[in-house]
């Protein structure tokens, strides 16, 4: 078997990198302090298309958690509370919504959380 990255995979590792590192840690210290939290973090992710698990049919953007691991490790690096709610975002309301809707549904039935450009939180 291998186990290695697809170009895919690093090219979206390779991204998150530089989106922790540019948009998170510049903020982390004063954050923790006054125990803020900046939505504009998930709105800016979700620009970057970092959504996963939902299927193209549904209006996602056909990653899966194969390229999500490395976007969360990345985030995890910086600040793991922000990848804790990334984790959950990515993957705590998406894997039962992937296995869920019914067949004959379409990504209008659920546009918050199917579409690969867009964040539920960040809505």
């Given at each position: 078997?291998?186990?290695?990255?697809?170009e895919?995979?690093?090219?979206?590792?390779?991204?998150?990198?530089?989106?922790?590192?540019n948009?998170?840690?510049?903020?982390?210290?004063?954050?923790?302090?006054?125990?803020?939290?900046?939505k504009?973090?998930?709105?800016?992710?979700?620009?970057?298309?970092?959504?996963?698990?939902?299927?193209?049919?549904?209006?996602?953007?056909?990653?899966?958690?194969l390229?999500?691991?490395?976007?969360?490790?990345?985030?995890?690096?910086?600040?793991?509370?922000?990848?804790?709610?990334?984790?959950?975002?990515?993957?705590?309301?998406?894997?039962p919504?992937k296995?869920?809707?019914?067949?004959?549904?379409?990504s209008t039935?659920?546009p918050?959380?199917?579409?690969?450009?867009?964040?539920?939180?960040?809505?």
């Amino acid at each position: 078997m291998n186990f290695a990255l697809t170009e895919e995979q690093k090219i979206l590792q390779e991204m998150a990198k530089n989106f922790a590192e540019n948009e998170i840690k510049p903020h982390v210290e004063e954050d923790e302090k006054n125990q803020y939290w900046r939505k504009g973090i998930f709105d800016k992710m979700a620009e970057l298309g970092f959504g996963f698990c939902i299927d193209e049919k549904y209006g996602g953007n056909g990653m899966g958690f194969l390229e999500g691991v490395p976007v969360i490790e990345q985030i995890a690096k910086v600040h793991t509370s922000w990848r804790m709610a990334f984790n959950m975002q990515c993957w705590g309301h998406r894997s039962p919504f992937k296995n869920s809707v019914p067949r004959n549904k379409n990504s209008t039935t659920f546009p918050n959380l199917s579409a690969a450009n867009t964040s539920a939180v960040s809505r």
